[in-house]
């Protein structure tokens, strides 16, 4: 039978314990001698949590730029010191490498993302469902076009590496099992991660039912498809900066927040909520969802272009993973 985590079972651990090292083996696996996969993703929650906490109060006394920087680095920091204490493992492992070959998984994530949303954009002129219309550009909107761009890099660079790198690979690594293989553990845990990603996104302003769904399931398999298939978040970082900016650019709400200053077309709305996402933006949306749909079939023909054999390549650190895994490099 598995263990309780689903890692792998090693022989010595078919003895007979003391009761203190079974109590003990609840929470720390014997074979890989660090905590369990539920509890290092806990502890790693625990210790975003207190930064939401503490930069809501600073957020009373800081502007909000350095804010979206101190959010930016402690979620850095924080994910860091779980890797290397919690997990044992590389930080690298989690995906987040900057070198030549990454740079080009990059520019294809923001072209896939901006592919994506300029495809929403034809299919809302198409069917006449909402009416663009340019803005006289001065050096007021440009600043504010820097600005957002800014945000988003900060945005996708964060919640690439909390949803996809640090989840996904802790996911798969507790899921996989004599059982259950890497691939299908991988699968598993992008399932949860997304569940997740969209409960995330559920209480911003507009938020329904149909857009909890579309970023859970749209999202989620449009910003793991390039992870799982690259082993690294370059790609999807690069999807999910080109996704957002391009919303604000084309004057649409991006999940519930409008850039009015930074919007290059004005926007205006005419057909149903459930087709254009109302006033939580094109994610809240059918065509959204088709948007994200073709960038997850555009990351996976990237990847069969790029890497060859379309299969999993996370870096995992349990011995099962390790077994399985293909290496990214």
Same mark, same amino acid.
């Given at each position: 039978?598995?263990?309780?985590?689903?890692?792998?079972?090693?022989?010595?651990? %078919?003895?007979?314990?003391?009761?203190?090292?079974?109590?003990?083996?609840?929470?720390?696996?014997?074979?890989?001698?660090?905590?369990?996969?539920?509890?290092?993703?806990?502890?790693?929650?625990?210790?975003?949590?207190?930064?939401?906490?503490?930069? +809501? $109060?600073?957020?009373?006394?800081?502007?909000?730029?350095?804010?979206?920087?101190?959010?930016?680095?402690?979620?850095?920091?924080?994910?860091?010191?779980?890797?290397?204490?919690?997990?044992?493992?590389?930080?690298?492992?989690?995906?987040?490498?900057?070198?030549?070959?990454?740079?080009?998984?990059?520019?294809?994530?923001?072209?896939?993302?901006?592919?994506?949303?300029?495809?929403?954009?034809?299919?809302?002129? +198409?069917?006449?469902?909402?009416?663009?219309?340019?803005?006289?550009?001065?050096?007021?909107?440009?600043?504010?076009? +820097?600005?957002?761009?800014?945000?988003?890099?900060?945005?996708?660079?964060?919640?690439?590496?909390?949803?996809?790198?640090?989840?996904?690979?802790?996911?798969?690594?507790?899921?996989?099992?004599?059982?259950?293989?890497?691939?299908?553990?991988?699968?598993?845990?992008?399932?949860?991660?997304?569940?997740?990603?969209?409960?995330?996104?559920?209480?911003?302003?507009? $938020?329904?039912?149909?857009?909890?769904?579309?970023?859970?399931?749209?999202?989620?398999?449009?910003?793991?498809?390039?992870?799982?298939?690259?082993?690294? %978040?370059?790609?999807?970082?690069?999807?999910?900066?080109?996704?957002?900016?391009?919303?604000?650019?084309?004057?649409?709400?991006?999940? +519930?927040?409008?850039?009015?200053?930074?919007?290059?077309?004005?926007?205006?709305?005419?057909?149903?909520?459930?087709?254009?996402?109302?006033?939580?933006?094109?994610?809240?949306?059918?065509?959204?969802? %088709?948007?994200?749909?073709?960038?997850?079939?555009?990351?996976?023909?990237?990847?069969?272009?790029?890497?060859?054999?379309?299969?999993?390549?996370?870096?995992?650190?349990?011995?099962?993973?390790?077994?399985?895994?293909?290496?990214?490099?």
């Amino acid at each position: 039978m598995p263990s309780q985590s689903g890692d792998p079972i090693d022989p010595d651990e %078919l003895s007979e314990p003391a009761p203190a090292s079974r109590f003990l083996a609840i929470f720390v696996s014997p074979v890989e001698k660090r905590p369990r996969a539920f509890f290092r993703l806990a502890i790693h929650f625990l210790g975003l949590a207190i930064i939401v906490i503490a930069l +809501g $109060a600073l957020s009373a006394v800081l502007p909000g730029w350095l804010i979206v920087v101190l959010d930016l680095l402690l979620v850095v920091v924080v994910t860091w010191a779980a890797a290397r204490f919690v997990d044992r493992r590389a930080f690298i492992d989690l995906g987040l490498r900057v070198d030549g070959r990454r740079a080009l998984d990059l520019a294809a994530g923001a072209a896939t993302g901006a592919t994506a949303i300029g495809f929403v954009l034809s299919l809302e002129v +198409g069917l006449g469902v909402s009416s663009f219309e340019a803005v006289a550009l001065d050096g007021a909107r440009l600043a504010a076009v +820097g600005v957002a761009a800014s945000f988003f890099v900060a945005v996708a660079v964060q919640e690439e590496l909390v949803f996809r790198g640090y989840h996904i690979v802790n996911m798969t690594e507790g899921l996989t099992s004599q059982r259950v293989s890497p691939p299908i553990g991988a699968l598993l845990a992008v399932g949860i991660s997304s569940a997740v990603f969209g409960l995330a996104h559920a209480t911003n302003a507009g $938020a329904t039912v149909l857009s909890t769904f579309n970023i859970a399931v749209g999202g989620g398999v449009l910003l793991s498809a390039g992870f799982l298939l690259t082993g690294d %978040l370059a790609f999807s970082i690069g999807v999910h900066f080109a996704w957002n900016l391009g919303q604000a650019l084309l004057g649409m709400p991006v999940s +519930g927040f409008v850039m009015r200053r930074a919007a290059l077309l004005e926007r205006d709305v005419r057909g149903a909520h459930w087709l254009t996402g109302g006033d939580f933006g094109p994610e809240a949306g059918a065509l959204g969802l %088709l948007g994200m749909l073709l960038g997850a079939g555009l990351a996976i023909a990237y990847a069969r272009w790029r890497y060859g054999a379309l299969e999993v390549r996370l870096r995992l650190r349990s011995s099962a993973g390790r077994a399985a895994s293909p290496s990214a490099d």
